[in-house]
DNA sequence: CGGTATCCAATGAGATACTG
DNA sequence: CAGTATCTCATTGGATACCG
């Protein structure tokens, strides 16, 4: 019998899944990578590997507890592995995995589409509130 | 004098805001991207003006509350606009502005990243929970 | 250094009822 | 039909202090 093909696989998944749909699974989903820091740590990881410390300095104003949260939510979800080495003190690596890259083009668009349109979306304001 | 093009002024928009920083304008518009219907509410205009109820039924399950809440928003932010019809009863139609169709590229990459995935996720969390 | 635990303020979001 | 107004509850997320 013939396999499926990993493509086919993720076309059948496409018309299973539908976030349309109420009580779709990839609503969770969908509101997982909505979640407010993580369009910063899937980019911030992208260059490799990542120590907490490191991470918490790129992502400025990111409390410890929301990143170790997130980190936590993204290795559950198979999005990032988490790699500790036993020494004093310890060490404590982040790294993407395949299908945390397979993630990141979606999430560097998001970021990046927001840097690139902030101007437009202020003009759009200030007219929206200039109205009578 | 050389006025510059659109292409310029994206990419200079993209050196002057960095989302990585904190207090930069631009996280505040990431979270607004990211805000729990948007995914959903921006692919459901792509093929054209939608009205109020007919969106409600596409986006089943959301509260009517959120519905034009959301909207408002987007409408706020120049990527809806909104157009009322006197009769009676009222009709109001929602449509993309160009600055909205230029997100749904986004929005919809997230929408079927999720719908794509979702098995693979599934894979991840149940491997994470049977851990010791 | 990295993580956990606790507490608490702010926001998010649903249900319901009412208006033009 | 579309929207507003409350009311209420759950979730989010930050600050702080403590542990390995």
Redesign the interface.
């Known amino acids: 019998m013939a396999t499926s093909t990993a493509a086919q ?2 076309e059948q ?2 018309r299973d ?7 779709c ?3 969770e ?3 997982r ?4 820091w ?3 740590v899937i980019p ?1 990881l992208v260059d490799g590997p990542q120590r907490h410390g490191q991470l918490a300095q ?4 990111v409390s410890q507890k929301m990143l170790t949260q997130t980190l936590r939510t993204l ?5 990032v592995t988490r790699t500790v080495t036993a020494s004093v003190p310890v060490r404590v690596d982040y790294e993407l995995t395949p ?1 945390g890259h ?2 990141f ?2 999430m560097i ?17 200030t ?3 200039a109205r009578p």
């Open positions: 696989r993720r998944a496409k899944y539908d976030a349309f749909l109420d009580q699974p990839t609503r989903l969908l509101s990578l909505t979640d407010k993580v369009a910063l911030a790129r992502i400025a104003g290795e559950r979800d198979g999005l299908l397979e993630l083009p979606v668009a998001i970021k990046n589409w927001a840097e690139t349109h902030m101007d437009r979306v202020f003009e759009a304001r007219q929206y509130d």
